[in-house]
């Protein structure tokens, strides 16, 4: 193993799943790609009207929490070489395509995320991932 891959919202299974990415990652002394995807542009659409700024903002605001709030999760446990990646689109796609790009070698997600209220990681992404990664995926429950 040589890359590991951890997809997340900020859910509580999306943290456990980036605990458990991030142990492996330290243990082995691996680099972790830390993802988020948005693609809930509706569901955020009545809080951007309601604070008079545009949706991509408040979608940015929002990935960029999550991201740096996993990657401090990740060194307080140990993992050093992080790298962080957000995308806008299907999440199964976009998740895959960056898993296919930096060659990694198992992909972890948590069993269940925020749903479309955040619009980043929907359940059902785990049992696509699982179908469709020509990896390791490791659902945490």
Same mark, same amino acid.
């Given at each position: 193993?040589?890359?590991?891959?951890?997809?997340? $919202?900020?859910?509580?299974?999306?943290?456990?799943?980036?605990?458990?990415?991030?142990?492996?990652? +330290?243990?082995?002394?691996?680099?972790?790609?830390?993802?988020?995807?948005? $693609?809930?542009?509706?569901? /955020?659409?009545? &809080?951007?009207?309601?604070? !008079? /700024? +545009? /949706?991509?903002?408040?979608?940015?605001?929002? *990935? %960029?929490?999550?991201?740096?709030? +996993?990657?401090?999760?990740?060194?307080?446990? !140990? =993992? %050093? $070489? &992080?790298?962080?990646?957000?995308?806008?689109?299907?999440? *199964?796609?976009?998740?895959?395509?960056?898993?296919?790009?930096?060659? =990694? $070698?198992?992909?972890?997600?948590?069993?269940?995320?925020?749903?479309?209220?955040?619009?980043?990681?929907?359940?059902?992404?785990?049992?696509?991932?699982?179908?469709? +990664?020509?990896?390791? /995926?490791?659902?945490?429950?």
């Amino acid at each position: 193993m040589k890359r590991i891959l951890v997809a997340t $919202d900020g859910s509580d299974g999306a943290d456990r799943a980036v605990d458990t990415a991030a142990d492996l990652a +330290a243990k082995l002394r691996l680099p972790l790609w830390i993802v988020s995807v948005t $693609d809930g542009v509706s569901d /955020v659409s009545p &809080i951007a009207r309601a604070e !008079g /700024v +545009a /949706v991509g903002d408040v979608l940015e605001a929002i *990935t %960029d929490r999550i991201l740096t709030d +996993a990657k401090e999760r990740s060194r307080k446990l !140990g =993992a %050093d $070489d &992080i790298r962080l990646q957000s995308r806008s689109g299907d999440c *199964t796609t976009r998740i895959l395509e960056i898993a296919e790009e930096i060659g =990694a $070698d198992a992909i972890f997600v948590g069993r269940r995320g925020r749903g479309r209220l955040q619009g980043l990681l929907l359940g059902s992404i785990s049992q696509k991932l699982a179908t469709l +990664a020509p990896c390791l /995926v490791a659902i945490v429950p």
